[in-house]
């Protein structure tokens, strides 16, 4: 069993800024990579940032520059530090970790960016 769960969202007012945390946990031997995902009302889910063991980091063009995602593989965490965040960043926030060939969700956080 692994578990993930994701932390540090909330409420914040457009050009803020906001840090997501993930920690996983359980029967964990080595995370490939963890990932941060998006699903607004009403759109599918989406890549936000995707981070390897080795750290080779892959962005959605609509956060570069303002997003940075960051890893502790001791630690089996995964952060997302969120600048000049704007409404259209308004949605639940994902955490992903590819474990061997299985790929394990949190539950989500919700980030709400207000104009």
């Known amino acids: 069993q692994v578990q993930l769960v994701e932390s540090g969202g909330g409420l914040v007012q457009a050009g803020g800024s906001l840090r997501l945390s993930c920690a996983a946990s359980?029967?964990?031997?080595?995370?490939?990579?963890m990932g941060w995902y998006r699903q607004a009302p009403g759109k599918q889910r989406e890549l936000v940032a995707r981070?390897?063991?080795?750290?080779?980091?892959n962005y959605a063009d609509s956060v570069k520059g303002r997003f940075t995602i960051s890893r502790d593989n001791a630690e089996n965490m995964v952060y997302l530090q969120m600048n000049s965040l704007k409404p259209e960043d308004t949605a639940v926030y994902y955490c992903?970790?590819?474990?061997?060939?299985?790929?394990?969700w949190g539950k989500g956080t919700l980030v709400t960016v207000s104009s």
């Open positions: 359980g029967s964990i031997f080595s995370i490939n990579a």
């Open positions: 981070i390897t063991r080795s750290g080779i980091i």
């Open positions: 992903n970790a590819l474990i061997g060939v299985n790929l394990y």
